[in-house]
């Protein structure tokens, strides 16, 4: 069957709109997982602490705490090359491909420091997080092969067994910057 004159116009007509209105909900979807302005107070490099705090306007989440408490043992394991304590935060297929002694050498020259929770969203639970890794060079991400780097994630969190758990990274809102 042949489309012309008339049925060909109001055919395009409606695959244009239905074009069109993907791309508007996909740069509304990626606009709203765009990461903000860096909180007020909050100044990038290492530091000796290794604490989690919590940016103001994350603070008023009514899950603030709790992810907070989240986001402090992954940090606290990763420091402290403890595996096991590592998993109890993370997703099940997050650690699936992490054998204990590869992940203990990947880690094995890691100081997370200067760490803070700057947003936390809904639908899905997400916390973007900032803070500085310091690692030696050949450790570091392939694509920024420095011993310090400045982090803005935004991780996914789901809920497991009544306790919250890191189950993914948010790739639209991931920068990395080696430290100055």
Not at 33 to 51: I, M, Q
Request: charged residues 20%; hydrophobic residues 45%.
């Amino acid at each position: 069957m042949r489309v012309r004159g008339r049925r060909l116009t109001m055919v395009l007509t409606i695959v244009l709109i239905v074009v069109l209105g993907g791309g508007a909900s996909a740069a509304w979807a990626l606009g709203r997982t765009r990461p903000a302005a860096v909180p007020t107070g909050y100044a990038a490099g290492p530091t000796g602490d290794v604490s989690v705090t919590v940016a103001a306007a994350a603070a008023q989440h009514p899950r603030a705490e709790q992810v907070r408490a989240t986001v402090q043992t992954y940090f606290d394991a990763i420091n402290r090359r403890d595996f096991r304590t590592w998993l109890t935060v993370v997703a099940p297929d997050q650690a699936a491909n992490q054998s204990e002694p590869d992940w203990v050498h990947a880690y094995s020259t890691t100081v997370d420091s200067n760490l803070m929770i700057a947003e936390i969203d809904d639908d899905p639970l997400r916390v973007r997080t900032m803070f500085t890794s310091e690692q030696a060079a050949d450790l570091a991400p392939k694509r920024l092969p420095a011993t310090c780097i400045n982090w803005d994630l935004t991780y996914l969190l789901a809920e497991q067994d009544g306790a919250l758990t890191l189950s993914g990274i948010d790739p639209s809102t991931q920068s990395m910057a080696a430290c100055r």
